[in-house]
């Protein structure tokens, strides 16, 4: 995966959860999901598509995810009030969000999150694109961003200057 599409998410995991979460985030080296092996307890689920098809999933420790949601919204609320799914989802819709604004050029749609609950539980996508996981550090706990991406129509060039003026 083209650097140019990782980047726009590290940016957007350090900007959402420094100003929303109120922790700074050191980003750890990605990695290929294959040499990872972490199982998470909470993921958000959002896919793209248009000119890139693919999806991104922020996956946490029920620690570290009860923690985020706690300063997100400004109170501690009970991993089965659906507050807190809403509040993971919309962690996770503000990360592609923010990192769509960055793809110059490109027409790129994001879905609805989806959230998923349950100790230990895998996140199966598809297997086609090279999926990237980045570890994120956080005050709470280490988080993981997990990004699968492909290209399906390449991103526009500059636009051609204006001339004017008859020849």
């Known amino acids: ?3 140019r599409y990782v980047n726009p998410f590290v940016s957007a995991i350090k900007r959402v959860f420094e100003t929303m979460v109120h922790t700074p985030v050191t980003i750890g080296k990605p990695m290929l999901k294959d ?3 972490f199982s998470p307890d909470v993921s958000g689920v959002i896919g793209f598509s248009g000119d890139a098809a693919g999806c991104v ?4 420790g029920l620690d570290v995810a009860c923690r985020a ?3 997100f919204a400004g109170a501690n609320i009970d991993p089965t009030n659906p507050d807190f799914s809403d509040a993971i ?3 996770a819709n503000m990360v592609a969000g923010n990192a769509k604004t960055e793809f110059d050029g490109m027409n790129i749609s994001i879905s609805l999150p989806s959230v998923i609950l349950g100790k230990d539980h895998t996140v199966s996508v598809s297997r086609n694109p090279p999926r990237i996981v980045i570890p994120c550090q956080t005050a709470y706990g280490t988080l993981y961003v997990e990004i699968g991406m492909t290209l399906i129509r390449k991103p526009a060039t500059a ?3 204006a001339t ?3 020849r």
């Open 69 to 71: 949601v706690e300063r």
């Open 1 to 3: 995966m083209d650097v």
């Open 164 to 166: 004017t003026g008859a």
């Open 159 to 161: 636009r051609p200057l």
């Open 35 to 37: 040499h990872v092996t």
């Open 57 to 60: 999933v922020l996956s946490f």
């Open 89 to 91: 989802g919309e962690l």
